[in-house]
């Protein structure tokens, strides 16, 4: 090449370069947009998207294709990516009004009461007087009044809500609460005629769907529910849980032959559905028992129908009526030679399933990474791996997966749940609120999710929003035992006698003996919360009379004479009942509880050791003694002795170990307390309990940043929690970790609901001092060392003590 032409070469690279230079990042952005508005146009929704992300990457300040890409993905329904768009819009653009708008719309769909109420009224301060928005802000006021138990509130809302009504007819939130209004006022005729007015404009909305069965249900109308239900199954063809509700319906009607011949009506004898076979014989397992159902798979077999499924299924039955080898046998050959298919991989997770049960959670585990491989979208397998993540507490991959098995079935309440548990186990509480209500909705109130959700909520202490659950569920379900009881629980918490009452006769009209107990119990607490306790005393003993008591009738009169503080009586109707049967172990083991109450642990100790000599595997008689023993601090070495004896006859009681941990920190013996503590946590990572001893320990007697960081990880699940326990386990990591507004919100509560345990009052102190508060430091310190006394051995103490002179050294005084 001649030197001129080089040049020439160069000069035209150089100048094409430059001319791509020109063609700046927002121009190239700009094209992406373009082409994904042509591929929007055309159809083609995924490459859209795909050139909307190219133009984040190249401008991510993009307003009008980050909210293309918000409201494409807000028609497809994933409301989570559509929501995230907008906040990011917002972000950027704080004036975007048309985000805010949207943002609020989303939030409110979701029932995210808070969120809506903050975007709509971020974006009336700009459109005051806007309808729409102004609907949302009372939609998200009645929802925040109900869970606040705010009534005033309540009430205003819906009054609101009918007022703009008049001038927006057809919004679906406006309607939602005048609908929710009528049916807390037990208005349910007028509900019905709201609900269909509200479904001429949303004929496929499944939340007004589940009002009006609740409402044709309450007022009685059970033709008028099996036909909506009936009517549901046909409308929503892909929704299992229809067909479930209908099953549920005649069942809790005690109606299992009309259950059972809708089930087989839904079975093409020509060409079997799968899934509704399985139902079927699910159905039969349940309710006429697991022998029907094998007999029912094995006439299916029989009859040239060996499918894998249902092979797969009748071994899985064999396994839980005890023929475990035989069944994991048939799974194993169902395996052989199998091809990758749907079938193959539900007996890979079957087989896993009782892998587990049987001790093999490796083999477990295995099959189910199998499954993963050949199809990464198995909801069963991703349930189950996320299970084990979450025990594990590996809760961020766990709900990695949960997201992905939620987008491959967003209706499943088995995943809802899973999520929930991974929240919790996160310490994320909202989030844990949001997956639970979620469940619910999407099992179609079923029972299980029902109840898993509203004891949530009362534990946070929101009974009425618990108390509308139940009753939702129970009248799907009427007649379910446990619904029945949880709402009785509410009622009684926030002392409504009457209803309460009204429990107990429900409870009472039941066939299981279970619901009657249950039902007695109740209506004890009654008598008691009334400070009646003669009543509450007469009342069961009648019971034992009429022979309907029995032995918990009995165990309930000496609690109540206890909890009068009626010690004689107590020690008298105990003597009573042993004099009736003085060779009765369970009546001899009460008495020795009850001597042990009263202040006779003598006595209590001379039966408790009687009864072990006849029967060394009496669990209970041993716990007892052991608790009597350490009691005292002489005796130390006795209880430890004793532990030691009943763990060689039952060394998994987690009570036994429970017991030795204890023990051996009182003893100062931490090392090995926590080694029992984080065996009994690997055995069972799921009890709050454990897992805030471990915390405690780890975090009050080592100050390396892995064990700290082990603690806090164990402790997440405690955050926000309304047990002093738990508050103070939390708070203290939070500190130890540098969060110190956060430790010193848990631990003022902490402190105030244990203000005579030292160790609360001295990790309180240190955190008052972390943060400016010498004074109310030194004063927490010296309640702390007055509460332990002159015990000159205990390092709360001598920390304390030190604190105390290094702070009166530097001129701090209470009172400063």
Partial sequence: MGLSKAIAVLTLTAGLTVLAACDS???????????????????????????????????GNHAEARRTYAEVERNRGNLRQAFAQYLRLIEQHPEDMDAARALAEIAAEGNDWETAARFSGKALEKVPGDVELTAIRIAADYGRAIVDNNITILIKAAAEARDLRKTIPDNLLLRRVVIDDLMRAQDYHDALEEIDLALEVAPDDRPLRAQRLQALAAVGDDAGVEAELRGLVERFPDAPEMATTLVRWFSSRNELDQAEEFLRSRIDPADPDQERVLNLVQFLAEQRGQEAAVEELEKIIAGDNAAPAYRATHAAFIFDLGRRDEAIANMQELLVNASPSVETRRTKIGLAKMLLITGNPVGARALVEDVLTEDAGDI??????????????????????????????????????????????????????????????????????????????????????????????????????????ALGEVYLRVQDWPRATAVVNALMSLEPREAHLAAQNIQTSILAGQDNTDKAVAYLEKLVEDGTGGLPARVAILRAHLDNGDNAKARAYSAKLLESDPENRNLRFIDASVRTLTGDSEGAEAILRDLLDADKQLMPAWLALIRIVAADDTRVTEASDLIGEALEIAPDSSDLKWAKAGLLERQGNIPEAIAIYEEMYKDNSANPVIANNLASLLSNHYSDPDNIQRAEVIARRLRDSTVPAYQDTYGWIAHLRGNHDEALRDLEKAAAALPDDPTVQYHLAVVYEATGRASDALRRFRRAVDLIGPDQKNPVAAKAREEIKRLEANGITVGN
């Fill in 380 to 485: 069963e397998a991703l349930k189950l791996k996320a299970g084990w993540l979450i025990l594990d507490d590996a809760v961020g991959e766990a709900i990695a997966i949960l997201r992905k098995a939620v987008d491959e079935n967003p209706r499943d309440a088995a995943v809802l749940t899973l999520m929930a548990q991974a929240y919790e186990r996160d310490g994320n509480r909202e989030l844990v609120r949001e997956s639970l209500s979620r469940a619910v909705e999407v099992a179609n109130r079923g029972p299980d999710e029902s109840l898993r959700y509203a004891q949530f909520l009362a534990n946070e202490g929101k009974l009425l929003p618990a108390e509308s659950v139940l009753i939702d569920a129970l009248r799907l379900s009427p007649g379910n035992t446990n619904l029945l009881i």
């Fill in 25 to 59: 990042s927002e121009e190239r952005a700009e094209k992406h947009y373009q082409s994904g508005l042509a591929y929007l146009q055309a159809g083609d929704v995924d490459r859209a998207l795909v050139e909307f992300r190219n133009v984040f990457d190249l401008n």
